[in-house]
């Protein structure tokens, strides 16, 4: 895993490389070991390195016949690849799947992308051609952005490397701030700043000098989808199993330790399960435990433990860490985030790597691709509504909805929570689907930003909009399909891989591997019959029955909890506001600031103070993050860091005159 | 203070709006600006500000559905129980 950055420009070999050393030392986290640079006329490479493969040889840029290539991430699938070109006579000078990666475009062109298995972001300049190829893996796990300026564009894994370019070039931009607000994320190639963008999952795009291409996508969720309605519940079990397994085995593929974060959920048990059972020297296990017992997981991560043996380090995570921590945590989101729960997982990847892991395993997705979420629960919920479900049981249901929220396991409130999804009966088999709630509720932000800004939310005319970003063939796809194409839009890639995944592992150097992200696995699990994974309203149902006799039963029959960290009571210690509200949410910074309008945060200050924490809504436990995470990332670009090359990790320095 | 601003009073406190950019004849939920936690703080508001306790059997639309529905729901209420 490693930091990338490009630089598109009029300009000689050596300016242009200086230029790209300069934004070195602000990858230095995403890559440690090495940095490298690449300078020719109008095109210079940077790369800092995090060695997982072939650590002696592996170092870029590396360069071939034909071209340059940056590349952070890694295509598990490279041995295969590496034989097939063999085949076709191509000799390799490295172990490294860097360099098979180099040589499949070399090969293929851009063909080569559909025969990648893996997570990367990639920069490959073509030297006869003079064209620069930028590439992401297909959910958009590893991150890369670029800024065109007049006729040069800049190329970065990270938003804030431009900030080192000069001026400041970090400006919000108003309605895909909000967007992000309402969704989690923001749509297309847009980013939360004006002029940059961000190269979509599953697309690549080619740059000339003076000439920025269109995007192109080799990829789309369901590309494949037929219905898999003729194997047996029994057959799909057995394939998944298959499937998970070969995912996980791709994914031990490393020259150096593996290691796997247990949540004490069904999806890193399994993961961590399957990694153990191929690979017995593995492992080291990392959890993040919590002060606060109704967030606590680690009655369940122990089970797991016990049962898998395995050497295991837990991280014991209080609202005060939350506090501490959050600034340093919110310079890597770099976007704003309604949930502290990234926090924690910063923190571990810093344990991880006291322990001497560079690489983890994760069950982030499963969620997704085998229908996880309470969103799915609440679109089976209206659809029966609307076809006529008695009351009781429309009541029955809502009250397991969200055992975890106090109000809506209790029966006596249940009118209002009938009211409440009564009232998108009208709007869930829409363009938002299960997107609907989430939208409606984070609709408040509009009331939050700056006045002047003029932010009004229209339901229909945002449904319109979002309705244009669906694929051409979601019009074959039912109700849960759709939506979970939407969540892999939105909430996985805005958040749960970026600002809580990608940054905060990265981080302190850290690599997580996704075995749900495979997509042989995500394409085949997409056809799936609809009740092989919500069995009436048992979600993940063909996980839980695949699994359930090799892990311990407490986990596999456990209602599901969204992983959660303090909020409110984080930056409200004993109900008043604490040091983080005082220093970023005061009025003058508000206003200095202006993203956020300053009467309505002291209106919000003053309700948390004035009526309690344990008054307080799930609503308002998102806000805070939000109010927060935006204002620090402000201070960020206002104030950057500056940095110094560092020489001594210069191990690879390339010129090429012509 | 009448109800009709101790009600404007919270809701704009509380869920951070002013008074005139909201519609009083509409749903607060399908207008954002409460979910269904909302419902519970404003039927708390009832209950310690006005003295009006929320039946389950009312915790519906046609009593919540609105800003004007919870005026009139809370005075029927006081109506029925101070005569």
Request: with cysteine; hydrophobic share 35%.
């Amino acid at each position: 895993m490693c930091g990338i950055v490009g630089i598109l420009k009029t300009a000689s070999a050596g300016s242009i490389r200086n230029e790209v050393e300069t934004l070195l030392p602000y990858l230095d986290h995403r890559g440690p070991d090495a940095w490298g640079s690449y300078g020719a006329p109008g095109i210079g490479l940077g790369h800092t390195r995090l060695s997982i493969i072939d650590p002696g040889l592996g170092h870029q840029p590396m360069v071939s016949d034909d071209s340059v290539l940056v590349y952070n991430g890694e295509v598990y699938n490279y041995l295969e690849l590496r034989d097939l070109l063999r085949s076709y006579g191509m000799t390799f000078r490295t172990d490294s799947d860097t360099e098979v990666v180099q040589r499949a475009l070399d090969f293929w062109g851009t063909e080569a992308f559909r025969k990648f298995n893996g997570q990367f972001a990639l920069l490959y300049w073509h030297k006869k051609k003079k064209e620069l190829i930028i590439g992401r893996d297909r959910y958009g796990i590893r991150p890369l952005y670029y800024l065109p300026e007049g006729g040069d564009v800049y190329f970065a894994s990270e938003l804030q490397v431009f900030d080192h370019l000069g001026e400041r070039k970090r400006f919000w931009s108003e309605e895909d701030l909000f967007d992000h607000g309402l969704l989690w994320n923001t749509t297309g190639d847009r980013t939360v700043f004006k002029n940059i963008r961000s190269l979509e999952g599953g697309h690549f795009q080619v740059f000339r000098p003076g000439h920025c291409g269109d995007s192109v996508p080799y990829y789309v969720l369901g590309e494949t989808y037929s219905e898999d309605n003729t194997s047996s519940f029994e057959i799909q079990k057995e394939m998944l199993r298959e499937k998970l397994n070969e995912s996980v085995r791709l994914r031990l593929r490393s020259d150096v330790p593996v290691g796997c974060y247990l949540s004490g959920g069904i999806d890193s048990s399994v993961t961590s399960l399957l990694a153990r059972e191929i690979n017995n020297n593995i492992f080291k296990s990392f959890s993040v435990s919590f002060a606060d017992p109704s967030l606590d997981e680690s009655e369940y991560q122990k089970l797991l433990v016990d049962s898998l043996g395995f050497d295991h380090h837990s991280l014991k995570v209080s609202a005060q860490d939350i506090e501490e921590n959050f600034v340093e945590a919110a310079r890597h989101f770099e976007r704003p985030v309604f949930r502290t729960a990234p926090v924690p997982l910063y923190l571990l990847s810093g344990l991880v790597r006291q322990n001497d892991v560079k690489v983890v395993l994760t069950g982030e997705a499963a969620d997704e691709i085998l229908f996880g979420y309470d969103t799915n629960k609440e679109l089976k919920l209206l659809s029966l509504w609307k076809e006529g479900a008695t009351d009781d049981k429309v009541e029955n249901v809502l009250l397991q909805l969200y055992p975890h929220l106090d109000h809506y396991a209790d029966s006596q409130q249940i009118g209002f929570l009938k009211m409440y999804y009564e009232g998108f009966l009208k709007r869930f088999e829409g363009p938002l689907a299960g997107l609907s709630m989430r939208v409606s509720n984070n609709q408040v932000l509009a009331n939050m930003f700056n006045r002047d800004w003029n932010i009004k939310f229209d339901f229909d005319s945002f449904e319109e909009k979002i309705g244009a970003l669906l694929p051409r063939q979601s019009g074959n796809w039912n109700l849960l399909r759709k939506n979970q194409y939407l969540e892999m839009k939105t909430l996985l890639p805005g958040y749960l891989l970026s600002a809580q995944g990608d940054r905060m592992a990265m981080g302190h150097s850290v690599e997580g591997r996704f075995p749900f992200l495979d997509h042989n696995l995500v394409e085949w699990a997409f056809a799936l019959p609809e009740a092989s994974k919500i069995g009436g309203f048992n979600t993940k149902h063909i996980l839980k029955e695949s699994f359930k006799e090799r892990i311990p039963s407490a986990i596999v029959n456990r209602p599901k909890r969204p992983y959660m960290a303090p909020d409110l009571t984080a930056f409200f210690p004993s109900g008043r506001k604490g040091r983080l509200v005082e220093e970023f949410l005061n009025n003058g910074i508000v206003k200095d600031y202006g993203l956020f309008d300053s009467r309505m945060i002291e209106r919000f200050i003053g309700k948390i103070e004035r009526r309690g924490i344990e008054s307080a809504g799930y609503r308002d436990n998102m806000l805070i993050s939000f109010l927060l995470s935006a204002q620090i990332i402000e201070q960020g670009i206002r104030n950057p860091q500056r940095k110094k090359i560092d020489k001594d990790k210069m191990a690879n320095r390339i010129l090429e005159e012509v | 203070m009448s109800d009709r601003d101790k009600l404007m009073d919270f809701i704009c406190r509380n869920f951070m709006v002013e008074e005139g950019e909201f519609l009083l004849d509409e749903s607060l939920i399908d207008q954002g600006i409460i979910d269904s936690f909302g419902l519970l703080e404003i039927s708390t508001f009832l209950k310690k500000e006005l003295g009006v306790e929320t039946a389950q059997e009312d915790m519906n639309r046609e009593n919540f559905g609105s800003f004007e529905k919870i005026l009139a729901y809370s005075s029927r209420k006081r109506e029925a129980v101070y005569g």
